[in-house]
Each structure stands twice: as structure tokens, then as C-alpha cells.
């Protein structure tokens, strides 16, 4: 149930979920009932995985299904993209995640009967991902055509310290009467179209810019299959990205009676099938093991050799270590990590499943990215975007450093491949791939992709950030230190130098885009500007205290780059002539030099059917108005939070807000801490809500193709920057909480240099209480505090900051004048309420929706 969005209060909070058939519990997601409506949704749910490898939450069986969905973090194919008209620069060559050899599939059939949940007589059913032992667990109570109840309990877990496993159980218990089962145990490569039973359904499905290009022609290229010792292999080549990949899997059998075990192994397809004679009382239980290795350069036969080292290490470890490790592991995770908020199970569970959502996203990528849907999915075809290093490497930063700093060494590795993408966009430095998974350029719609330059800035926030909060002065001599150089060096070489009148000059950039991707290709976007400053300050920065600290280090780079110290005061003096455009009339900053000259878009007035705009208008039509897809200004004023007062925040924020559309989910978690900061408090808690619930109540209508991991990132964000009131500039932890008024307390993690501190917020106090380490220095609205180990430091707080019930005025501005002397106005676009759905021919390049 979708609340509306210009009435947030009327009918309370949350009502976004079923809690009949998904009860609230703070530590499980359930499902108490199966449905095949939804079953997208619920496969996107109760996916499993770590970060390199990743389960869709398909059922056993198979055959009902939305999206089959097997992927390894990177291993992709590529493709050449097609332009309906040429241009020197395009990007050329897609890519697209891989659905790899699908192994989650276990069959059952009762007297020759199978098991269907559309279909089958379920007494009682029950799935449930347990965050706290990252288990997928399902039982059920099937009644046979035959009048058999039949018992049916399996678990499934992708293993968090083995990177390389995935591990299931299937048990199997007649309650009635003897009869003969079957358990088919299969992995199948459904690339090649193969289902369950090995026909070729033809995919259907309607245009969506948001989903994953589909492929024309045969991905996985067989290299080799064989069955070795109860050992099942499987080998594949990509057919143009040349990356290998290999499956193996076995199988062990706890059951005292006698039963058969039948293999067939094909290129595509291999399965072991048991059978017996099962008597009433009696359970068979299967354990099935699986491993996946992949490369761009080994071949298949040597990674099927590592598949088998990794299950003689899982046979000789057993099951139960496998379970009892992942647990251990977990434990240690929410020890750090976990977010608590007083009162509300339904609340609390759908933080905790954010914040898992992180962990299996990123946690084992080990060497790369993390992706818009992680392993979860194929939205977005498997790409990183900007996302990760805004919304989802501060999370890691604070909790598991050392999986932020993974995430930051695959930007590192794209270095050299953004380098050559600045030279060809007659640039210096480097510039960042808006979207990608091999280094290069992925989006063919330039506009809304390549020309989001600030993904520069970004990668450099992340990286500045992280040494930061971790002190890890080695990774940025060694390698952050080049990739803020040459970002540097891209914003010092496309901005140029503008003297007005009185020889007062300003340093400018032209013809970027933004966050917001329903404004494209300005001059002096704000957010941009800020960014880039921030960019061009922060690798000034960095080079002197590399000079001063790591002398070696710093000759290195010097050699390396070819750096000359002029540029370095270039850099800074560029920063500080940034242009940051400011309107005297509306008391705001304008998103770009032209913005505030656009009409003004009547959301209001907008029908709900015509949204997302992006499904329903062609992008000039966008592009003519004031109208944001995502936050911009107001990112902004988040992420560079120092640089502007109260006052202005406010001012922008009750601008902005009205016409702000929310079609990314990138947005509302970003509005949320603004809202809280300036006093929207009621805004701030609909806007977290509608971020925390926007997987598990499917608010945007497309979590079947995968987690939205940065908006998972953002709640997060959300909890600890907007009502934690934590900010981060500077070397010490800056404190100002705006607790929502329905809450208790907040409490939440932060690790600083070795430190780790809980921090819980109250109406009349914030509290700190160091759980780890030695201690560090805290802000509290001013004034500094010392934590030790051993001693908690409680601070008084007279409020919860300033308090503005309901929200922006979205007509305050209307009637105002711009600086040429016009009247701003609200309006649509001619005959919106009468005009068809368009649906547009675009690449699907807007970003995580």
C-alpha cells in the first residue's frame, strides 16, 4: 500500500506492507503464505548472497518463477551498442551481468507427483530470511492428490567467509503412509533458455529503461562438462567478453534405508536424481554444496580445479561448520553495524533487512564494485554507477572499513580505462565511467550518462572520507593519491576562467549534468561546482600531506603522474574562484545558470498515472522544466553541509521539495536529512519511511529486478546523518540529533580510527559509549567531548533542533520574480491528461530509480 505523497500524514506511517502474510519481526523477513502475484517482488526479498556470489529467492522447484536469477559479481558479456546516428565519443561497447548456471534448483515428486506451489495443496507454509544467521529457511506441509501430507524443509545460504560456496538442504518426511519419492537435483544454464524441463519459453515483458539489456545470441560458449568422483562440472566461456566461469556441485545424504542416486551431465545441463522408498516417520535428507569460480584470463578446466578445492574444503569442514561460520560472522557484523530504533519490530525489520542488503552486496566483492542491484538481480544490467560511493561506501566506511576500501581499489583498477575516456573526451586526468562494470563507458544516452561528470568528485568524496575515518595514509599514497590527482586535473582542464566586470574572476564548468537526470547538459550546476571544489581542494591537499609525510611516496607519484607543483596551486585557486550561483530575488541557489528561467512543472496537478515521468515523456519534454527525478541542490547542501547556514538549507530545501518527483529512490532518503536538519520533521520520518519500505512494500513498482542497494545505503544515511544529526568534516565527529517524535531512542555504530563508539539518542540526551578501542573526540552541538573506553559520556540536549509541521508551500514561490522580471508560474505540458503513454526507445541509462 503506496501512501500519497502530497498528503504523507493522513492515514499514519507505514502502511506499506501485508503484515498478515509478512508479520513485523526485528530479525526475520516471512512470508507466511505463498503467492505467485508477487513473486517477483518476493524473489528480489529473499535473495541470498555476499557480494561475489548471489541467489535469487527462486523457489526450489523452479517452475514458478518471475526471473530466474543466478550472478557473480563483474562476470559479464559485452556488446556492441548500436546508434541510431554516430558521433565521435559514444560509448561503444555494452555490458550486461550474466545469469550464470542456475543450482538452486531441487525438485520433489510423491508417487510420481510433483511438487507446484501454484498448484499444490499447502497446509501450511512458511519462508524466512534470518538476518541474523544470513539463512533462507522455507517449511511447508503439502498434501498429495493422493491424501499424503508430506513434510518439506530446506535452507539455503551463500556463505559470507566462503566466498566461492553456496550451500542448500532439502528434507523430505511422509506423515501418512509409505511411497515412493524423487529429489532431482539439477544446475542448468539458463542463458541457453533452458528451464526445468529443458524446453525454451520465450521471454516476454514490456520496455522498461530500468532493466537489463537482453541478449540476441548465445552468451555461454560450453567448454567443458564432466561428473568425477559424485562431482558434477560445468565450464562456460563468454562469447565476446572472453570471461570464464566454472560450476561444481555434490551432493551428501543423511538417510539409513537404501535409495538409488542416477547422473546425467550435458553441456547445459546436469543433475543427480535420488529415489526411494520413503515409510511414514522417515525423513531423507539431502545437503547440496556448490562452488563457482570465475576469471577473465584462466580457463574453464582450471577454475572447475579450484571448484573442486573449495568443496574438499567444505566436505571436510561439514555443513554445520558452514552454518555455525556464517552466524559468527553475522554476530560480528551487527555488533558494528546494527541500528536500532526503540519500539517498532515492523520499523526495525525493515532497517535490518537494509542493512543486509548491504552486507550481501559488497561484503566478499573482494577486488570489485558494488552494483545498483548487487547480486540480487539484473536491473540495471550489473552496473556500478556513482551510487556506491555516495550512498553506500559511507556505511562501510563506519562499520567494516576494509570492505570500503575494496570498493575504492576497483575504482583504482578503472583508472587507466578513465584516463583514456578523458583523452577521448579531449580532456586531461581522468574521467569516471557513469556507468559500467569493465572500467569503459556503458551509457549510450550521453546526456543523462557521460556528461554526470561529478562521478569524479564522488569517487574522490568516498576515497577522502574513508582515510579520514580510518587513518589508512597507505592506501591513499599508494593509490588514492592518483586518482585524486587525475580527477583533479579532469575538473582544472574542463572548467575555465570568466573576469566580470571590476577584474573579479569566477571559475566556471559548462555543459554537465548532474544528479537530477531530468535536467541535462548546463552550465554551473550547483551540486557539480561544489563537488568539483571540494575535488580540487581535497587532491591540493592531499598531495602536500603526502610531501610531508611520505616523502618516498610522494617522488613516486610526482614521477608517475608527471605532477608539476603549479598545478597543485592552480587546483586551489580554482577552488576557491568556484562559481556558486546564488538568486537574489527567489533567496536560493539555482540547480544551473538557465534553471530558474524554465516553467515550473505542476506535480500536484500531475496524474499518478503519468508517473514515473521518465515512462511517459519524451526527455525534451523533461527538460524544458523545473522538474527534478532526484535530489540535486539538495545533495548539495548534504554532502557539503558546511559550506552553507541553516538559512540557506531551509530556503532551498522549501524550494526544491515541491518539485522534486522522486522517481529515483536515490532522492527521498537524501530529503530526509535535509527535512530533518531545517525542522521538517514529520517530511523527514514520511521520506525515511518511504526509503526503508521501498523494496519490502515495492513502492516504485520494480523490486523484482533487484534490491535498490544505494536507496538501502541511504536509509542508513538517513538514521545516522538526519536524525543521528552525525557530520563528518573535519577530524572530529560533528553532533546535532533531530529524533522523530514518535521514537524513544536511536541507537547506532560509528568506527573511527580503531575506535568504535554506540551512540544512542534520546528526547533529552545523546549518549556515547565506546565499545572498541581507546576512544576518540566528539561535537556536540559546539562543544567538544572526550570518550574513554569504560566510561559512558551522557550530554544533556535542550530540544530536537527547530520543528515545522507538514510541508514546503509548493505555491510560496509562485508569483515571485525572476531576475529578468517574469512571474513564476506552475503549468503542465499541453494535453498531459489526454496524451498516451509514450514508451520511450531510450538506453537504459537513468540511473537506480
Known sequence: MKAARTAPFETGLGEYVDRLRFPADPWRLSETSFSDDDIGMTETLFSVGNGYLGLRGNVEEGHDFFSHGTFINGFH????????????????????????????????????????????????????????????????????????????????????????????????????????????????????????????????????????????????????????NGRIHLGFQTAHSDMTMAVAMEHWVDYEGDYECLSEVEEDYAKHLFRTQLKPGETFSLTKVVSYHTSRVVPARELAD??????????????????????????EFWARSDVEVGGDAALQQAIRWSLFQLAQAGARGDGNGISAKGVSGSGYGGH??????????????????????????????MLEAAEHRAAELA???????????????????YAAGTAQYHIDADISYAINKYV?????????????IDILVQTARMWADLGFWRTAEGNESSFRIHGVTGPDEYTTVVNDNLYTNVMARFNLRCAAESVRK?????????????ARLGLEQEEVEEWERAAEAMAILWDENLGIHPQDALFNEREVWDLANTPPEKRPLLLHFHPLVIYRFQVLKQADVVLALFLQSEYFSLEEKRSDFEYYDPITTGDSTLSGVVQSIIAAEVGY?????????????????????????????????????????????????????????????????????????????????????????????PGLTVDVRGTHYNVLAHAEVVVPLEDQGPRIDGVPDPEKYHGTLRADGTVVTASL?????????VDPEMDATQSTS
Open 77 to 228: 558479456e559485452t556488446w556492441p551498442i548500436q546508434h541510431a546516428e554516430e558521433a565521435y565519443g559514444f560509448a561503444r561497447t555494452g555490458q550486461t551481468i550474466v545469469n550464470v548456471p542456475d543450482s538452486k534448483v531441487i525438485r520433489l515428486y510423491v508417487d510420481d507427483e510433483p511438487l507446484l506451489l501454484s498448484v499444490a495443496d499447502l497446509i501450511e507454509y512458511n519462508r524466512s530470511l534470518d538476518m541474523r544467521d544470513g539463512v533462507l529457511t522455507r517449511d511447508l506441509l503439502w498434501r498429495t492428490p493422493a491424501g499424503n501430507r508430506v513434510r518439506v524443509r530446506s535452507r539455503r545460504m551463500v556463505s559470507f567467509t566462503h566466498r566461492h560456496v553456496a550451500l542448500m538442504t532439502f528434507e523430505v518426511t511422509l506423515l501418512d503412509k509409505e511411497a515412493p519419492i524423487a529429489i532431482s537435483s539439477q544446475v542448468l544454464n539458463r542463458e541457453a533458455g533452458l528451464d526445468e524441463y529443458r524446453t525454451n519459453p520465450d521471454p516476454t515483458g514490456k520496455t522498461d529503461p530500468r532493466k537489463a539489456q537482453t541478449f540476441a545470441e548465445r552468451v555461454l560458449e560450453p567448454r567443458m562438462h564432466k561428473e568425477e
Open 306 to 331: 579450484r571448484c573442486n578445492r573449495t568443496l574438499d574444503r567444505v566436505s571436510d569442514e561439514g555443513a554445520d561448520k558452514q552454518f555455525e561460520e556464517q552466524r559468527e560472522w553475522l554476530d
Open 384 to 413: 556500478y554507477f556513482w551510487d556506491t560511493e555516495i550512498y553506500v561506501v559511507p556505511f562501510f566506511t563506519y562499520t567494516s572499513p576494509v570492505i570500503a576500501r575494496n570498493a575504492l581499489r576497483y575504482r583504482y583498477r
Open 427 to 445: 580532456q586531461r586526468g581522468a574521467l569516471y565511467p557513469w556507468r559500467t562494470i569493465n572500467g569503459e563507458e556503458a551509457s549510450a544516452y
Open 468 to 480: 579520514r575515518a580510518t587513518g589508512d595514509d597507505e592506501f591513499l599514497a599508494r593509490e588514492g
Open 546 to 558: 603526502l610531501s610531508d609525510t611520505w616523502p618516498d611516496q610522494h617522488a613516486k607519484m610526482v
Open 681 to 773: 520533521h514529520e517530511l523527514a520520518l514520511k521520506y525515511f519511511w518511504d526509503g526503508a519500505f521501498v523494496d519490502i512494500g515495492n513502492l516504485h513498482s520494480n523490486t523484482s529486478d533487484g534490491v535498490h542497494v544505494a536507496s538501502a545505503g541511504g536509509v542508513w544515511g538517513a538514521l545516522v546523518y538526519g536524525f543521528g544529526g552525525f557530520r563528518d568534516h573535519g577530524s572530529v565527529f560533528h553532533f546535532d540529533p533531530r529524533l522523530p517524535d514518535p521514537w524513544p531512542s536511536l541507537t547506532f555504530r560509528l568506527t573511527q580510527r580503531g575506535t568504535r563508539v554506540k551512540v544512542t539518542v534520546r528526547r533529552e540526551s545523546i549518549a556515547f559509549d565506546v565499545e572498541e578501542g
Open 829 to 837: 505540458p499541453p494535453n498531459v491528461h489526454e496524451a498516451d503513454v
